[in-house]
T-cell receptor, first 117, second 115 residues
Framework: AQKITQTQPGMFVQEKEAVTLDCTYDTSDPSYGLFWYKQPSSGEMIFLIYQGSYDQQNATEGRYSLNFQKARKSANLVISASQLGDSAMYFCAMREGFSGSARQLTFGSGTQLTVLP | EAGVAQSPRYKIIEKRQSVAFWCNPISGHATLYWYQQILGQGPKLLIQFQNNGVVDDSQLPKDRFSAERLKGVDSTLKIQPAKLEDSAVYLC?????????????FGPGTRLLVL
């Protein structure tokens, strides 16, 4: 079974508007962390935001916020006031378990976001 | 602070040849990861080092792939012999430690094309 599902292969958004990128996850571990990364065409994976399973509040980092709905197992990324430079591939990822250094970071298949001028 | 460095950025080889990639993690980061990212997919972990010891290499095709991290700093990933399906981007990442949910920071990757 897929641990991380990103159902939107591609998304378009008008510049200065907000956009939500969907991510659902599957785990039976009560302790886990969720990450979002941005991958521009240059190839580097850029860390955006992190949400822990026990965090009471949704994570925010500048124009990025994470809409964390634990019961629904979703961790959607919200980008406010989109900019042309936000055009990139976005990956949702999860790591399970507090302990165990061998816990892998599992990535979804990504969403290609295109910001239109 | 310098980020994760990787070289080369691009490599084209013929099948059955060998190739090596190099990674230098962020200074002070004990944990180093190698990922394989096939076009259109998310990265997949190949191997994880904690200092100079292997923590997880369960998804490394050990018949052709090898990796080492001598002295617990930089690392080399080798493919010998390469196959067509090895064409991918090879990403190196590092984190302060492997405990908890330390953020992994990625390098620019090496794009490998096997002809």
């Amino acid at each position: 079974a897929q641990k991380i599902t990103q159902t939107q292969p591609g998304m378009f958004v008008q510049e200065k508007e907000a956009v939500t990128l969907d991510c659902t996850y599957d785990t039976s571990d009560p302790s886990y962390g969720l990450f979002w990364y941005k991958q521009p065409s240059s190839g580097e994976m850029i860390f955006l935001i992190y949400q822990g399973s026990y965090d009471q509040q949704n994570a925010t980092e500048g124009r990025y916020s994470l809409n964390f709905q634990k019961a629904r197992k979703s961790a959607n990324l919200v980008i406010s006031a989109s900019q042309l430079g936000d055009s990139a591939m976005y990956f949702c990822a999860m790591r399970e378990g507090f302990s165990g250094s061998a816990r892998q970071l599992t990535f979804g298949s990504g969403t290609q976001l295109t910001v239109l001028p | 602070e310098a980020g994760v460095a990787q070289s080369p950025r691009y490599k084209i080889i013929e099948k059955r040849q060998s190739v090596a990639f190099w990674c230098n993690p962020i200074s002070g980061h004990a944990t180093l990861y190698w990922y394989q990212q096939i076009l259109g997919q998310g990265p997949k972990l190949l191997i994880q080092f904690q200092n100079n010891g292997v923590v997880d290499d369960s998804q490394l095709p050990k018949d052709r792939f090898s990796a080492e991290r001598l002295k617990g700093v930089d690392s080399t990933l080798k493919i010998q012999p390469a196959k067509l399906e090895d064409s991918a981007v090879y990403l190196c990442a590092s984190s302060l430690s492997a405990s908890g949910f330390e953020t992994q920071y990625f390098g620019p990757g090496t794009r490998l094309l096997v002809l």
